[in-house]
């Protein structure tokens, strides 16, 4: 399936890949510098981390995918429709599977934004899959891209060996990121759209870096209030036999900073 083919330019004489990723380069800049991905980039993910960013990846593939198979034979999906090579959804539920055990299902929980996204995602599925390009672009491109990087950090943080807990960043079907990219840019040039849909594919692509950035920012936000919650529990030497309860259970430890969260900054959470 990784073979190039050719594709006819649009009338400004320039690639939708090109476009896309001349729109989406500020956004990119600000993708790179959410307070997630910077601790990231140091190797500051924890464990916790890792596993409320796996919640949201989940929902957020479950939808792109569920909504790119369902509209596999659209014009405009078609032509970037690689589920051998690119989807996630299989690789997510071992890692969930890996950290939250056999139930992991029940454990899966996502701020707000990413039940945006998805609500998103669910809806130009629906009414305007020319749309899915983009955010298949933002997700599998970044993935092939910064991604990889992000998957060794998170080996290298956590002490994982193998694939374990990190199937997510890998990808099997695909020999050369590099290539497989470039492969992917020429079949994005190839779908036929018109300047205006042109143009709401860009704005769309925009858009999708911002949903991931309000998904990273309310994770942010999440994990300062679950840490800082258990390390007032730690100092409260008053009720430390419910604070071994509350620092025993991850869940509950979870749902403790999650209702403060709520409290602080008006953000829904989401249990599937
Ligand atoms: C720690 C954070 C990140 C780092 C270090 C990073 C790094 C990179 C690098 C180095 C490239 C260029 C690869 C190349 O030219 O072949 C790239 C491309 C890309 N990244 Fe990121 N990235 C990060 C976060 C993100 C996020 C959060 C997204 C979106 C959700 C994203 C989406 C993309 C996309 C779509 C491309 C392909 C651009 C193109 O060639 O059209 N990146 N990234």
Known sequence: MESTKSKPRDSTGSDLSEQIKAAT????????????????QKGQITQTQYKLLLCSLYEIYRALEEE???NADHPAVQPVYFPQELARLE??????????GPHWRKRVTVPAATHRYTQRL???GK?????????????Y????SGGQVLGKITQKSLGLSGIKGIAFFSFPGVTSPNKFKQLYRGRMNSIELTEQQRQEVLD??????????EVFDDLQKMLSITEEASSEKRNDTASQSQSRTFSNSPILQFALGVGITLATVGMGVYAF
């Open 91 to 100: 690789s997510l539920e071992l890692d969930l599977e890996h950290f939250f």
């Open 25 to 40: 380069k500020d956004s990119h800049v600000r993708a790179e510098n959410t307070q997630l991905m910077l601790n990231y």
């Open 141 to 144: 491109l970044g993935d092939l």
């Open 127 to 139: 009414n305007s899959p020319n749309l899915l390009v983009a955010h298949a672009y933002t997700r």
């Open 68 to 70: 790119l198979d369902r």
């Open 122 to 124: 669910r809806e130009i």
């Open 204 to 213: 769309e692509a925009t858009r999708a870096f911002e949903f991931n950035i």
